[in-house]
Structure formats: structure tokens, C-alpha cells
């Protein structure tokens, strides 16, 4: 007698296991949704997967509403465990009047007992405002993190530099940037919005290892739930970037001194006579102090004669003898130096 499917009664079929090829693969797959829903952002492209938005990299409508596609079919599919899927293909179906995808094809190859099948599931695609782009519309914000020079204004040459190197930031404190509802240019500084204090206080936090700026945070009660009574506060971190600045020339404990940079709230010098490094901790940083540049001058050495050494002051156009100890050993005939006058010392090292 020929074998016949216990379930359809098919006979003269493929069998797997004891079913025929159809009835096999419609107990395992058959329950799978069709029809899924994607939503999408219309202004950012992230899609929703169950009550989360999640931001897509590349900002391509095709490609979100793929990831999106795929993404919610997993989460919706449940299949038996002797059965795995190989591969998901999805290709946008149709597009809406605005160009942008409408219906996803999905096409999905299952395995099971050494058989595969391939199935092929919709989604419809729909746009909705993401909680995102719904509270920069709104203006919301939770934290304000207002970046200043030592003296309140940041140079024009400060704020270029550091609004280029903004976008490093994101990129090391942040990740990405998706927290950030504005950026603009406020009295002389930069303020920035955050949606959310904690990111606000990790970007700052970065931005004073990486420049040793100052920290210092405030709260303001914005509002209380009517229905919790749960009060919402709204935060501003001042970053006060540092006095000091690469390149600037500094005295400490009766040294000179040129900056090198922050590393890790710590300041870096380079000593201008012996060329070694040091790392000042914040708590002395008020002692290194930035020597006034009418104590600075540009010199030419000249010849040695017995202890003292002839130099020519660049900027006066005059020759002043001053005694070899004052002269940085490194320094050789014709070679060009900068004597500064450290509280009432004078001492001539190599300009760099
Ligand atoms: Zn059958
Ligand atoms: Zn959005």
C-alpha cells in the first residue's frame, strides 16, 4: 500500500518525519504572522520595536524600513525548537506617494529535520513622530550644558576648535550624538541641550578630562506631576574651559614651563630648560601660573666672553650682556631664545 499523508491523505508525496511535505511545513510555519507593522520616524528613520525607538545609522528610508521589517518579524515569530531560520531576505514592495517604502516583502527560509522551505510574509509600513524628534519639536530638554572660557567668553579661535572637535566627543562620551536636541552659540560659549541629565553629565564629564575644564552643576524645580506629584527638575552643568591653553608659557615652583594639554584632568607641561614632562594634579593647578607676555621677549644669542653672554633683544633691536648662568646651557651662538623675566629672574631658554 502506498504511504499516505496521515493529516491530508496525500498520497505518492515527500515525507518528513510522518507528515507530507505541506502538512510538515505548515505545522511548523504556517502560524507565523503575515501582515506585520512597522513604524517608522518620519523625521529620523528610526523604527519602533515593541515601546522602543531605535536609531538606524545610515539614514536610508529603504534600509530602515528592511532593518525595521526584519526586526519585528523576529519578534513576533515564535517557531518549535527543531526548527531554525536560515536566511530573511526583505525587499521594499511599494512606495508611497512621498517615495517612501509602504510595503516590505518578506522572504524567509526555515530548516528543519534536513528540509528547508522558504515563506513569504508583508509588512505595511507607517510613519509616526519618534519620543525624539516629538520633544525637540516640543523644545523639551532636561539638562543644559553651557561650555565657557576662563573669563566667560571663549576666543573665536577657542570656540572653532572646540566645536570640531564637539563631534569627537559624541563620539567618545555619547556614542552618537541622539541625545542632543541643539547646539548654539550663546554669550561668547556654546550651550548645548541634552534630553536626558545623564547624558549630559557623561559629556561633561568627558569634556573636563579631555580639556580640564571646571565643572559645576545647578538644578531648577520646572514642574510637578499633577497626577504623582513627582517633581521634574532641570539641570544646567557649567564647563568652564581652562585659563591655560596649549603653547601658553607658565611658571611653576620658580620653573618655566610650556603647556602641552589636558590628559585626564590633569595638566601636562614641558619643562623649557630640561625638556622633561610633568603632569600638574587639579588640586595645584592654581599654582602654575601663565607668565605675561610684556615678561617674555625674543632674543638672539650672541657671543660668549668670560661669564656673561651677549644677547640681542629681537623686538628693541638692543644687545644686553647678561651672566652665563642666565642662559639655558642648550642654547649655542646664533641660536634663537626667549629671556623671560620670572619675578624680577631673568633667564633666557630655547624658543620652540
Ligand atoms: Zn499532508
Ligand atoms: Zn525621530
Redesign the pocket.
Known amino acids: 500500500m502506498d504511504r499516505f499523508?496521515p493529516?491530508?491523505?496525500?498520497k505518492g508525496?515527500n515525507f518528513i518525519k510522518n507528515?507530507?511535505e505541506?502538512?510538515?511545513w505548515e505545522e511548523k510555519v504556517s502560524h507565523i504572522p503575515n501582515n506585520l507593522r512597522v513604524y517608522l520616524c518620519r523625521s529620523c528613520l528610526s523604527y519602533l520595536q515593541g515601546k522602543r525607538w531605535i536609531r538606524i545609522k545610515k539614514k536610508d528610508p529603504s534600509l530602515a524600513a528592511i532593518e525595521g521589517a526584519i526586526k519585528e518579524f523576529q519578534r513576533n515569530t515564535k517557531i518549535p525548537n527543531d526548527t531554525k531560520i536560515l536566511k530573511i531576505e526583505c525587499n521594499t514592495a511599494e512606495w508611497n506617494k512621498s517615495g517612501l517604502p509602504k510595503k516590505m516583502i518578506l522572504d524567509i527560509t526555515f530548516a528543519s529535520e534536513g528540509a528547508s522551505t522558504s515563506l513569504k510574509r508583508e509588512a505595511s509600513v507607517e510613519y509616526a513622530t519618534c519620543n525624539f524628534c516629538q520633544s525637540v519639536a516640543d523644545g523639551k530638554y532636561e539638562a543644559l550644558v553651557q561650555i565657557r572660557g576662563d573669563e566667560g567668553q571663549l576666543s573665536e579661535e577657542k570656540r572653532k576648535t572646540l566645536e570640531s572637535s564637539i563631534d569627537k566627543f559624541y563620539r567618545t562620551a555619547l556614542k552618537d550624538r541622539s541625545d542632543i536636541t541643539e547646539i548654539k552659540e550663546k554669550d561668547g560659549g556654546i550651550d548645548i541641550k541634552f534630553l536626558t541629565s545623564s547624558k549630559a553629565r557623561l559629556f561633561a564629564k568627558k569634556l573636563s578630562e579631555i580639556m580640564g575644564a571646571d565643572l559645576k552643576e545647578s538644578a531648577k524645580l520646572v514642574g510637578a506631576d499633577r497626577m504623582t506629584g513627582k517633581r521634574h527638575y532641570r539641570i544646567t552643568i557649567s564647563v568652564k574651559l581652562p585659563a591655560l591653553e596649549p603653547g601658553d608659557i607658565v611658571s611653576f615652583k620658580d620653573r618655566i614651563f610650556k603647556v602641552l594639554g589636558h590628559h585626564r584632568g590633569k595638566l601636562i607641561l614641558e619643562d623649557m630648560e630640561d625638556h622633561k614632562r610633568r603632569s600638574i594634579p587639579q588640586n595645584v593647578i592654581s599654582d602654575v601660573a601663565k607668565i605675561d607676555k610684556a615678561d617674555i621677549k625674543r632674543v638672539t644669542i650672541g657671543t660668549r666672553s668670560q661669564n656673561s653672554i651677549t644677547i640681542l633683544d629681537l623686538e628693541e633691536k638692543r644687545f644686553l650682556e647678561l651672566p652665563a648662568e642666565k642662559i639655558s646651557n642648550e642654547l649655542k651662538e646664533g641660536d634663537e631664545g626667549l629671556l623671560i623675566n620670572l619675578n624680577g629672574k631673568e633667564k633666557v631658554v630655547r624658543r620652540q
Do not use: I, R, S
Open positions: 499523508c493529516k491530508c491523505g496525500a508525496k507528515l507530507c505541506k502538512c510538515f
